[in-house]
Every structure is written in structure tokens, then in C-alpha cells.
């Protein structure tokens, strides 16, 4: 079946340096979608990409799409405590409706 | 935000009998949803998509008979965990979709999740 792998699988960062994950998956994909699920929580959905090579911004946060769509990172400015969590990759490839969610990767902020 | 209600948050049950898991979307008609299992640190793996109105679709290696999907109306979609064993123990999610409503695109919300642990 389908594999999606996100490296790194964890990530320590001191407060107020940046964090990227990547995920990488092995065949094309229609979009790409990101979570960030807090301990003891459920995913929370942040941001979808469609387009080949699309960049998106949320404030601290930089999502790309890779222009072959098979990738794709998250990039986080200047971390925060707020940010500790594991962040998804969900991906989807045409013809279907499903979502596969990657590894992830654990992100833990130190203050 | 769209939400998914799911219920109950946490079961405790004897091996060898059924759970029942509920998902309902509050405030959309929720044409697919999506039920995950997660274990521990451990990423959501895919066991099943349900479409109103027609059977389930599970994944390779999913037991169909003993993961009964059945998705009622627009808004609930259950989970049967049947003759529960401690190896079925984990959280489940569920997530819906709303493809028919604008307002909310081609997003998945996610339920809080249940935590089942037989004993």
C-alpha cells in the first residue's frame, strides 16, 4: 500500500528556533493536507495544498507543495511553547476520496 | 469550524463484548466519513470509509466483522467494536466530510476521539 513517511520523527528545539518536517510519499498526489494534534488531543486540521510548487503562509507557519507532488514541508518561524505537538501530513491521490496520514513528527519546545 | 461530536470519549468493557461508538457532525451533512484507529505515539491509521447510503469500504487487513461501520444518516456514523479483546484496545477517531457544503470545502473534522481498553 501506499507510504507516507515524515522525517524527522522527533524534534527537540529551543524555544524561538525554527522547525521543518517533511513528508515524503511514494507516488503522486491529487493534495496534501497538514494537522497539528496536541498530547491527548485529536488532529486539528491547518492547512490544504492542491496546486504543484504552491507555498501557503499562516503567520509563523510556511506549507510547500514540491513540484513533482510527491512532497512537501512545513516550516515554523521562531517556534513557541504553544507549538508542542505532532504534526500529520495527510495525503490523498486521485480517484479517491481517502486520506493516508503520515508518520508524523513530534515536535517538543523547550522554554 | 464545522464540528464532529463522538462518543463516548472513554470505555473500559470485558473481554468479549461489544462496543458501540458514535460519531455525529452538529452541524453539517457529513456525506463520507473516515474512521481511524491510533495507538500510542503512533501515527492514524485508516480502517474504514463510510458513505451514506452505502457499505462501508475497509482497508486491507481490517476485519469486517469485527469492525461493524454503519453509517445511518448524514449526521452519525457508528463504530461496532464486536467481541472486544484486549489487543482492541486504542483510540479511535472518527472524521467527516462535507463535499456538498461550501462553507466547510474538502476538509476533514475530526471527533475528540474514544479510548477503549478492554480488560
Known amino acids: 500500500g501506499q507510504q507516507v513517511m515524515q522525517i524527522p520523527q522527533y524534534q527537540h528545539v529551543q524555544e524561538g528556533e525554527d522547525f521543518t518536517t517533511y513528508c515524503n510519499s511514494s507516488?503522486?498526489?491529487?493534495?496534501i493536507q497538514w494537522y497539528k494534534q496536541r498530547p491527548g488531543g485529536h488532529p486539528v486540521f491547518l492547512i490544504q495544498?492542491?496546486?504543484?510548487?504552491e507555498v501557503k503562509k499562516q503567520k509563523r507557519l510556511t506549507f510547500q507543495f514540491g513540484e513533482a507532488k510527491k512532497n512537501s514541508s512545513l516550516h515554523i518561524t521562531a517556534t513557541q511553547t504553544t507549538d508542542v505537538g505532532t504534526y500529520f501530513c495527510?495525503?490523498?491521490?486521485?480517484?479517491?476520496?481517502?486520506?493516508?496520514f503520515g508518520t508524523g513528527t513530534r515536535l517538543k519546545v523547550l522554554a | 469550524g464545522a464540528v464532529v461530536s463522538q462518543h463516548p470519549s472513554w470505555v473500559i468493557c470485558k473481554s468479549g463484548t461489544s462496543v458501540k461508538i458514535e460519531c455525529r457532525s452538529l452541524?453539517?451533512?457529513?456525506?463520507?466519513m473516515f474512521w481511524y484507529r491510533q495507538f500510542p505515539k503512533q501515527s492514524l491509521m485508516l480502517m474504514a470509509t463510510?458513505?451514506?447510503?452505502?457499505?462501508?469500504?475497509?482497508e486491507q487487513g481490517v476485519e469486517k466483522d469485527k469492525f461493524l461501520i454503519n453509517h445511518a444518516s448524514l449526521t452519525l456514523s457508528t463504530l461496532t467494536v464486536t467481541s472486544a479483546h484486549p489487543e482492541d484496545s486504542s483510540f479511535y477517531i472518527c472524521?467527516?466530510?462535507?463535499?456538498?457544503?461550501?462553507?466547510?470545502?474538502?476538509?476533514?473534522?475530526f471527533g475528540a476521539g474514544t479510548r477503549l481498553s478492554v480488560l
Open positions: 472524521s467527516a466530510r462535507a463535499l456538498r457544503d461550501s462553507r466547510y470545502g474538502d476538509i476533514q473534522y
Open positions: 507516488t503522486t498526489l491529487s493534495n
Open positions: 495544498l492542491v496546486k504543484s510548487g
Open positions: 495527510a495525503v490523498a491521490t486521485s480517484g479517491t476520496y481517502k486520506y493516508i
Open positions: 452541524d453539517f451533512q457529513a456525506t463520507t
Open positions: 463510510s458513505n451514506e447510503g452505502s457499505k462501508a469500504t475497509y
